[in-house]
């Protein structure tokens, strides 16, 4: 049986008690003069089982408990917002929720329905999970800073369903807010969310799936606790349909989509070129060319 801090405690403090009790029975029998010598003995051999078990707590426990408090400390030192976090679900936190409430939960203490989210890291609007997190950084944005295009509050339905609390929407959101909150060690990260009911039908077809053909979201097989980017040979990570981390190639499509129905396209299009400049067994990683005279966009910017 594994036992916890408190409720090693509280057998030491329960077999404490019953010494102590023990000691005052032995004074009340000591101090009447005829008493029996068998009653005496029995309440010296129940003085002695009491000790003994008082003792017992010690022996056994005690490194257990003092093995814990260390372990105690180097979280709360190392990582406060974990020790925090897990103060706050062994506290109750989990079953304090309330179905149908907006409610503040840490986001260490969510998990994710998926194992993955979009090849191209990005929300459904095209902009990459990455330019969000750029943006909680810097504070342009706070946790809850997300809407829909009506511009209502964009909420995370969260479902607790066996000792777990899945984000049933918002796997994507949580993927960014645990990336802040790994930035930020020092305090709990909390994002508001719709606390949502297993036995709802709703809620549970959206987490489990149904009989009439709906996929689950709750496919992850880690319990929640890992994500990745959807696999394919050819993904890499785009902002607003470009790639992200490969600039000189996004420019050009830039600029080739600002040309579109310019007379002066080819022209214009043919004053450069966007060539591979490393290639790899994944992506190949491209430079500019000016095709007057070769020159890199690198080879001109550092005047090489």
Known sequence: EELGVPQLQRRAQEAERRAQDALKSLAVIKSNKGIETDKLKQTLDALTAAQSQNNEPNDKYGPVI??????DKIL??????LHDAVRWVEEGGLGKLTPGKLEKIPVLALRWAHDRIASNACFIDGRSVFYALNELIRVHRLPDDWSKENGRPDTPDVILFEGCLYVATANRRLTVL??????????????????????EPRWRDKLLGNSNGRKPA???KSKGLDMTFGGGRNAVALHC????????????????TLLQGDPRQDILL???ECRPARRTSLADECELVRKVDGRSLWQVMNRA
């Open 241 to 256: 349909g470009f790639n992200l981390f490969d600039i000189q190639d996004s420019a050009f499509k830039v600029f080739k």
């Open 178 to 199: 645990s990336m802040f909150q790994a930035l930020n060690r020092s305090h709990m990260t909390f994002v508001s969310c719709n606390i949502r009911s297993i036995d």
């Open 76 to 81: 709360s030192s190392i990582y406060p917002a």
């Open 270 to 272: 043919g004053a450069v």
């Open 218 to 220: 709750l496919t992850t």
């Open 66 to 71: 003092a093995n814990l408090t260390v372990r």
